[in-house]
């Protein structure tokens, strides 16, 4: 699954340091445990336990003053063992008869 491309400018007071992040895409999902109990009348407990991703991306930076330092190249970067809950509210819309939180 690919993802939006991230840029931006570090201040380093002498000279500033442009950066990039691209061709990000996510390569893998882990999700060992899901968990999605309904509260009544209107509660929805979430929770997700030994989750995990790693993506792929490519990595720019060049300094806009001296040294004029700029650097390129691939990378890996996986989380792992992560574990999420919340709870949601629903409410009834009215006018299509569904549920939405």
């Known amino acids: 699954m690919p993802l939006p491309d991230i840029s931006g400018t570090f201040d380093l007071k002498v000279a ?3 950066y990039s992040l691209t061709s990000m895409v ?3 999902v882990t999700i ?3 968990n999605l109990n309904p509260v009544p009348p209107d509660i929805l407990d979430v929770s997700i336990q030994n ?3 790693s993506m792929g991306f490519h990595w720019h ?4 003053g001296f040294p004029y ?5 691939t990378g890996v970067a996986s989380i792992s063992s992560l574990s999420a809950s919340g709870t949601l ?3 009834m819309d009215r006018e299509c008869g569904n549920w939405r939180t």
């Open 51 to 53: 989750a995990g991703f």
């Open 32 to 34: 060992d445990a899901f």
């Open 69 to 73: 330092v700029e650097d390129d190249g």
């Open 26 to 28: 996510i390569n893998e």
């Open 16 to 18: 500033s340091l442009d």
């Open 89 to 91: 509210k629903t409410v």
């Open 61 to 64: 930076f060049k300094e806009d």
